[in-house]
């Protein structure tokens, strides 16, 4: 089987994904979720012409005063349902609504009031809508807030709330099961017995899963058993409460213990590619077991990471309703020369440096968990790449 590139690869496995699922949630569950609707405000904010500050309303034409006083708004009033008359003045505090006949609010550090009598104590300037917040200058009934595919943050759940909703329709979360295989895996955490290690990239794995917008519903850790790998998948990939998404860790390559790719034919499953023209992650397998699709991973940590990255992350991202799904490429200087790259994209750890300088870790060894942390970039050197010098333009994915 030939290499597939990375492009296209990152293509067939979004094809393969069904359209993202959209749920009702209330509004206090919304934040992070992608909207599946168009928002449009259900009322007027202000639903009335308010007062901007503390002070007094009075009508522009009346001019300077004196005005007699009249009455009191405060926030949270019903508007007077008497106009004001001409040559008055009403109490009015901020948020209050505006009698009406009032257009302007003169600040009641600008007056004094004496027997009833309002009168400007220094030049003030009296004109219609002077600190007044005009019925409906925020957004107004029936407005477009927000069309669907936009993520919604606090700014956007407290619009709609003003807006008079308290419920959304958003894209669900893919639910995705993190099966990780190997004879030397342990719990972390557990006391580890001659030859075993943590399992460290199942929580790698479900961080990143949970930060892209996905839940982590089961994380398992199998041995390399041809019927035991092949029991989980039947299991994680049934329809009622099983995974959207099963991704496994390990096991993906070619050795006698490389069990994945049997077990999803074992499992009525379908491979539908394998093996990326990446370094590392070469063994990556995509395909379907029953209603879930599979993503496996290599379980090195260096190329679950990197295969998490380019593939798991942007699946997740993109069954939970984000259509820009896959992460950015930045340009960036290379501040020291590289000999030519191989024959596949090499998307080497490297940290950048100054304001536009990127230089790659050494060794690159994938196996090395601890330079991954350090890096903050991967730098793409591309299949085939010449040899290049120092302030030649690159492509990096950054990491923070
Ligand atoms: P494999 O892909 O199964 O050949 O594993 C490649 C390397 O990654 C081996 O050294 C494994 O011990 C290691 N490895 C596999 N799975 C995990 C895991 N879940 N966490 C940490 N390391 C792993
Ligand atoms: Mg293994």
Redesign the pocket.
């Known amino acids: 089987m030939s290499l597939l590139p990375v492009k296209e690869a990152q293509r067939r496995l979004i094809a393969l994904a069904p359209p993202a699922a959209s749920e009702e949630l209330p509004l206090h569950a919304c934040a992070g979720r992608i909207l599946a609707e168009t928002v449009r405000a259900r009322r007027d904010q202000p639903s009335a012409d308010l007062s901007a500050m503390d002070g007094y309303a009075v009508r522009a034409a009346d001019g300077d005063g004196p005005w007699r006083l009249t009455g009191e708004s405060a926030a949270g009033a019903a508007p007077s349902a008497r106009p004001l008359p001409p040559g008055a003045a009403m109490r009015i505090f901020t948020g209050a609504p505006l009698p009406p006949g009032a257009d302007c609010i003169i600040l009641q550090e600008t007056v004094a009031v004496e027997a009833d009598m309002v009168r400007l104590t220094e030049p003030c300037e009296i004109r219609p809508g002077h600190h007044v917040r005009t019925k409906a200058n925020d957004f107004a009934l029936g407005e477009t807030l927000f069309e669907a595919g936009r993520r919604l943050d606090a700014r956007a759940i407290a619009l709609a709330a003003l807006a008079g909703h308290d419920r959304l329709s958003v894209y669900r979360k893919p639910r995705v099961a993190i099966l990780?295989?190997?004879n030397?895996?342990a719990r972390p955490g557990e006391t580890l017995r001659q030859g075993q290690?943590?399992?460290?990239?199942?929580l790698?794995l479900r961080a990143m899963i949970e930060q892209a917008g996905g839940e982590v519903i089961s994380e398992l850790?199998l041995p390399?058993d041809l019927p035991v790998i092949t029991q989980a998948l039947r299991a994680v990939g049934q329809k009622s409460g099983g995974a959207d998404i099963i991704v496994t860790?390990?096991?993906?390559?070619v050795?006698d213990?490389?069990l994945v790719r049997p077990a999803i034919e074992a499992a009525g499953g379908a491979i539908d590619f394998w093996k990326i023209r990446m370094r590392p992650g070469k063994?990556l397998i995509a395909g379907t077991v029953r209603d879930a699709l599979l993503l496996g991973l290599?379980?090195?940590?260096v190329?679950?990471f990197v295969t998490g990255l380019l593939f798991l992350l942007p699946l997740v991202r993109h069954m939970s309703g984000d259509a820009a799904p896959f992460p950015a490429l930045l340009s960036r200087r290379l501040a020291v020369p590289l000999p030519a790259g191989g024959e596949r994209d090499d998307y080497m750890r490297a940290v950048c440096v100054g304001a536009d300088g990127v230089k790659p870790l050494r060794p690159q060894d994938s196996?090395q968990l601890s330079a991954l942390f350090r890096a903050d970039c991967l730098l793409l050197r591309p299949a085939g790449s010449l040899a290049a010098n120092a302030g030649e333009l690159v492509q990096v994915l950054p990491l923070a």
């Open positions: 990780s295989t190997g030397e895996l290690i943590p399992a460290s990239n199942g790698m850790i390399d860790c390990g096991g993906a390559s050795g213990h490389d063994p290599p379980g090195n940590p190329s679950a196996a």
